[in-house]
């Protein structure tokens, strides 16, 4: 059992660890599913590249939340995030919600402006608006037929922060296009966080760990920059 590593803060994109951040993360991810090290199989090449992408973008988000510059134009990437089922699961329990496939591989094209990061860490009390993007996942169906769900997902994210610090988070999700069999559970999913905003806690969590924790993972290439 994996767990997933490097996942992209909700702030860029929880939604890919959860069909579609953080997610986030860019998006992407971002507090990891602790597990054994030792019982984990190795990563295989397209997740550790997949994994290198995530942190170049991460350094470069940290760069303008931290070091407040570049201060104008936006962070642009392509993420890419495998998560594996367990990890998935543990993830999702800590919004009670629960997982009935296999892996899943998402992929987001990551937009984020620079100005606005830097008022969510500057301002006494700031609210982030996200654009709306859309999410790309392959899941597996799991059990004996293997079968894979081509679904793609927009969410609009908004983030309200108070003295830098995340306080409160939706994802807000919107257009859902997959398989009827897998579209019947991913819809109850969004429609219930849309509703009861069930993944609240995760996202803020995760947003305010990057920010301190995650940050610093990768310092070395974001400070004095």
Not at 7 to 36: W, Y
Not at 142 to 168: C, H, I, M, N, Q
Request: proline fraction near 5%; hydrophobic fraction near 35%; include cysteine.
């Amino acid at each position: 059992m994996q767990a997933v590593s490097w996942r992209m803060p909700v702030l860029a994109g929880l939604a890919l660890g959860l069909i579609a951040v953080a997610m986030v993360p860019a998006s992407v991810p971002a507090q990891e599913a602790k597990t054994d090290p030792a019982a984990a199989p190795p990563e295989t090449e397209e997740e550790k590249k997949e994994k290198e992408g995530r942190r170049k973008c991460a350094a470069d988000i940290c760069s303008t939340l931290h070091n407040k510059k570049p201060s104008e134009g936006q962070v642009s990437c392509d993420i890419r995030q495998t998560c594996r089922k367990e990890a998935l699961t543990r993830v999702l329990q800590r919004g009670k919600v629960s997982w009935p496939w296999g892996d899943t591989r998402c992929a987001s094209d990551l937009k984020l402006d620079r100005a606005t990061l830097i008022k969510a860490m500057s301002e006494p009390q700031f609210e982030m608006q996200l654009d709306t993007y859309a999410v790309r996942c392959t899941i597996e169906s799991g059990g004996e037929k293997a079968e894979k769900y081509d679904v793609t997902t927009e969410l609009r994210p908004k983030v309200s922060f108070k003295d830098g610090k995340a306080v409160k988070a939706s994802l807000n999700w919107g257009k859902l296009e997959a398989p009827t069999l897998a579209k019947s559970a991913l819809w109850s999913i969004t429609a219930a966080d849309n509703t009861f905003n069930l993944l609240q806690s995760i996202a803020v969590e995760d947003i305010n760990e990057f920010v301190t924790t995650k940050c610093m993972e990768v310092k070395e290439q974001w400070q004095g920059k």
